[in-house]
């Protein structure tokens, strides 16, 4: 991990990461114990993860960077989506939005609140999305070309 992401992500711990990650695991632990909700589990502690450290990786929809698409990139993953935001999607959204909003406040804020904002959107529709290291990101749309 570069120097700045490293920093950026000690930071992050501090504004709000530590909360909305243990937001994640909740969601997560939630969806376990039901059993329409347990095929989000596994995701939500993915996602959970990059809540955590959110500095040096990236979401980015699946079937673009594969390439292809995929069962939760087509009709299932739109379903899926649509489950996600009735049970879980809206209050973890709500909670990265809040920290947005104090932390926009400040300037030192404004690149973690901006973090909090895109973690916001992939809360309301996650199914369908990969969580790469940005380095990733460069090399696999270079490989594309």
């Not at 632990?29 to 959970?48: D, E, N, Y």
């Not at 594969?66 to 087509?74: E, I, K, L, V």
């Given at each position: 991990m570069p120097l700045v992401s490293f920093l950026l992500n000690l930071l992050w711990l501090f504004t709000g990461g530590i909360w909305m990650a243990l937001g994640w695991v909740l969601a997560?632990?939630?969806?376990?114990?039901?059993?329409?909700?347990?095929?989000?589990?596994?995701?939500?502690?993915?996602?959970?993860h990059y809540t955590l450290l959110p500095f040096g990786q990236t979401a980015v929809r699946r079937d673009?960077?594969?390439?292809?698409?995929?069962?939760?990139?087509?009709?299932?993953g739109f379903i899926g989506n649509i489950v996600w935001f009735v049970l879980a999607g809206w209050w973890l959204a709500l909670g990265h939005l809040l920290s947005a909003v104090g932390l926009a406040i400040t300037i030192i804020g404004l690149p973690f609140a901006w973090a909090h904002l895109k973690l916001a959107l992939l809360a309301l529709w996650p199914v369908g999305t990969e969580i790469v290291a940005s380095g990733d990101l460069g090399r696999r749309a270079v490989g594309r070309y």
């Open positions: 997560a632990v939630l969806m376990a114990l039901s059993i329409v909700g347990l095929p989000w589990a596994r995701s939500a502690l993915t996602i959970a673009e960077f594969r390439g292809r698409g995929d069962m939760g990139t087509g009709a299932l």
